[in-house]
């Protein structure tokens, strides 16, 4: 599965194709700056700034023939420190990955999330009849758009892990109570939400993230509502700036966005104390993919009792849990080589910084960093809290 | 034309497998409806002491009426093509009222065939028959029941264990072995080029009766001890999850999970695992499991048989001990 | 090398499953039929094949729905030919089946015909020793690994405990496998939709679905199934005590 030079002329321009901006490619000054920031670059063959010096040099054969690039978690560190401003992580990344996925050079476990996706809707691989089956117990009743047929005022995306992983159901279904404590006219689409694709997308299975984002345009088509708000940054990611290049356009917000506008009418709902240190983590996709940084922290400020700590690596510069970009699937094979994971480097910094809470606004994030502090030395008595688990709990929940 | 049940024997390299005694309890059950005898079907060579030998194991002979039995070179070990013609002549000229098989890599080589070349009906899966005829097996996973009456004029049936004990299908009494003629077996399409033996080395859990596995409950290296002397004390061996092996506490062939082994034991014993899919998803084909863990909330409770709150820490030696006393040791 | 891979779709045992009214048969309503997951090792092993011996691959589906999906996928693994039988095959078993497709697997000649060793829903034999039979041919089963010769082939075949047994089969020949030599390759959709529109599936009609030789269903039914664990309590003396018990019921002890 070597490529020879016909691949990389097409390959050259099909990033330049793929990817706004592409063409930046050709400005890389060889500064070195996104593998210096890149948390395995270390680890990687070729990091980033190797990538591309291989890729001019006519030997980018070397790099597909290599397989630690799946070390590669999308975090977007690389794409937001380059100086030329190349679009690296969706750009260069996530194409390299398409053409080992061409190849057939695919991990085990990441194989598995594909098909999965591909078949189910869903990378877990669970029936998507069950899609919704979290809602049982919130009262009012969760709509189901399918069921309901009415227009709503707000269609909550809810995701993947939001809607099948027993701790991240949890979070969802806080959020479910916070959203009608606020009155909020809102509905899901239950068993016709499809995954977002977007991590699908950066592992590299392009094909497969057009697939699931036709499924959701078409679900999204049946039905009458004025925004869209997420749970996860990775759908927000994507339904904002992939879908509309597939027509698929509509207004959208991260759940910390919409809940940040509404601050003054959440305020005298949080009656409770939370007596804690709370050092948020950025996720990569809310911040520095997105640039949302101050709303999440003001909600958490709103809560009473709530001492807002900041961990060493933070706003821009934050540090991924390990679980964009397929990094989610590639546990085993990225543990085999790294010996450390990215989630308990951070939940280290937490410490560092004195925190009692890790606060979270990410579904892939809450199990990462609660299996991590399991085994961080030091760790045991952290809390792993989604900003709409505390706002719950000081709900009085 | 009779009503006997015959059951294909399955032996390799001299040793008697224990499907055969499980099928042989089946036979009996079918026998009582149908009235005729159990003939236990042996296909060898120099194999006559398989029958009129006692088991090495168990001391007991084989549960049959009779024994019929072919004794060739073709057949001295098994091949698909030499036996299937050899029990094509003996069901064509015998007709049986039923002929178990093993659902097995012996037996679902020969049942299938035979349906076809015979032109007679065949059940497969059978975990257990009554006395009026009744088959039941088990499919989709063991998910789905199916029940019915065993097809005539021969039904050509492949049996699972789980329903009959080994000990159902032996007793005291050596059975007669009557040497039976055989067919023509040329040419000879399928043959034996030899055996390549496991490789001995570490424990592959997915063949263990009794797993004792331990999660991030387990704390730390040293307590691994703990389980194992608990594994050896109930004939098992020690597994862990994820956690505990990218801690370099267990081998990454001890692994029990999504990205590690699929295992099916007798018993697999939790201590300290939450239950999180990717684990859970491994252990579902187990016959037991048993879930050790303080938190009343952990996933693993949902398909475990049987669990307890108690501190693994607090229960494991009392356990470990009970369990050797128990054994008399 | 002309290798032949018969493929059946079967129940996916993520969804739940449920008897329909007749009280004999599954409910296809929410049934979602997916490739017979050893039939996909079956297709692996026979692309493996011809990777390392050259040929022509052809894949055989019942039509049922999904079909094309699954053909397709085989093809952008590297299958020359696609077939599909037309018929109604919803409640078919692996009599009809097979002599279904040994009517077109006796046209085409092969080698060499794969078929994955057994499938969820076998309730009357499995397919590839009942092709075997309708083809005359030899079948060996439970196969994880094959190599080619002349005129005959090499085989693996597993049993319990790890123990192998290498076998040697005259060609033609059914196999049955158990595990091609590599996990079966995953293929990018964009490879599928690919092949969607340069690959063609041909169809060929099955002359009537002959089902005798399976057994008559009186009752299928779901077993219970305990929902949450029966909790032990007590000081851990005690909870050991009921745990010993409990192992000398099970016979472990």
Known sequence: ????????????????????????????????????????????????????????????????????????????????????????????????????????????????????????????????????????????????????????????????????????????????????????????????????????????????????????????????????????????????????????????????????????????????????????????????????????????????????????????????????????????????????????????????????????ACPYETPRFEDAAKTVPGAAQILVRDIAELLDQAMGN | MNNDVYVVIEHLRGQVAEISYVMLAGARELVKGYGGSVAAVLLGQNARGLAENPSPTSGQYMAADKVLYMDHPALSEFTSDAYQKALAGLVSKDQPRAVIFGSTSIGTDLASTLSMKLNLPTVSSCSSFSADGKFTSQICGGKIMAQGDLPGPTALVTMVPGVYKAEQGQNSQAPVLTLVDIPPLDPLR??????????????????????????????????????????????????????????????????????????????YLALGISGAPEHTEAITDSDTIIAINTDPGAPIFNIAKYGTETDLFDLIEVLTSQVKAAKGG | MNIIILVKLVPDLVEELAIDSSGIALDTTWMRMIINEFDDHAIEQGILLKERNGGVVTVVAPDLEGVDDVLFTAAAKGADKLIKIKGDFIGANNHALARAFSAIVKELQPDLVLTGVQANNDLDGSLGPLLAGCLEMPYVGYISGVSLGDGKSRTRKEYPGGLIAEMDVSLPAVLGIQAAEQPPRYVAVSKVRQMMKTSTIEEQAATGLDMAGGPSIGRMFQPETAQHATMITGSPEEVATKLVAIFKELGVL
């Open chain 1, 1 to 360: 599965m070597t490529a020879n030079g016909a691949v990389e002329h097409s390959f050259y321009d099909q990033v330049l194709e793929a990817t706004p901006e592409g063409e930046r490619l050709r400005l890389c000054l060889q500064c070195g700056d996104c593998s210096g920031i890149c948390p395995f670059g270390y680890l990687m063959v070729h990091p980033p700034s190797r990538m591309i010096a291989h890729l001019r040099a006519d030997r980018f054969d070397k790099v597909l023939d290599n397989d630690t690039v799946w070390m590669c978690v999308s975090c977007y560190a690389c794409t937001a420190v380059c100086p030329a401003q190349i679009p690296l992580t969706p750009g260069l990344m996530a194409r390299t990955k398409e053409e080992l996925i061409l190849a057939g050079n695919v991990p085990a476990e990441l194989q598995s999330a594909l098909e999965n996706s591909q078949r189910y809707g869903n990378p877990l691989g669970e029936s998507p009849r069950k899609r919704a089956d979290w809602v049982t117990g919130i009262v009012p009743e969760v709509k189901v758009l399918g069921k309901v047929r009415k227009e709503v005022d707000v269609l909550w995306f809810v995701g993947d892990y939001s809607s099948y992983h027993p701790r991240v159901q949890q979070v969802t279904k806080a959020l479910a109570r916070i959203l009608n404590a606020l009155g909020v006219d809102f509905g899901i689409l239950g068993p016709e939400e499809s995954s977002d694709g977007d991590s699908q997308r950066l592992a590299g299975e392009r094909g497969l993230f057009e697939m699931l984002a036709e499924k959701n345009g078409l679900a999204f088509g049946k039905y009458e509502f004025n925004e869209i708000i997420t749970t996860d940054p990775h759908a927000y990611n994507a339904i904002k700036n992939e879908y509309p290049g597939l027509d698929i356009s509509y207004p959208v917000r991260h759940y910390t966005e919409y809940l940040a506008d509404r601050i003054d009418q959440l305020k005298p709902l949080l009656k409770k104390e939370v007596k804690a240190k709370v050092a948020y983590h950025d996720p990569c996709y809310l911040g520095r993919a997105n640039g949302i940084y101050e709303q999440p922290r003001l909600i958490l400020q709103a809560i009473p009792g709530v001492e807002l700590v900041e961990m060493a690596h933070n706003f821009k510069n934050s540090l991924c849990c390990g679980g964009g970009g397929g990094g989610m699937w590639l546990d085993g094979f990225q543990w085999e080589k790294a010996h450390v994971r990215l989630s308990e480097w951070r939940v280290n910094e937490s410490l560092a910084a004195g925190a009692e809470i890790l606060a979270v």
């Open chain 2, 190 to 267: 399928v043959t034996l080029a030899g055996y390549i033996e496991p490789e001995s080395g570490d424990i592959d859990i997915a063949k263990e009766k009794v797993l004792v596995s331990v999660g991030r409950g387990i704390q730390n290296q040293d307590n691994i001890v703990l389980a194992e002397e608990l594994a050896t004390a109930l004939g098992g061996v020690v597994s862990g999850s994820r956690p505990v092996i990218d801690q370099g506490w267990l081998s990454t062939s001890r692994l029990v999970g999504k990205s590690g082994k699929h295992v099916k034991p007798k018993i």
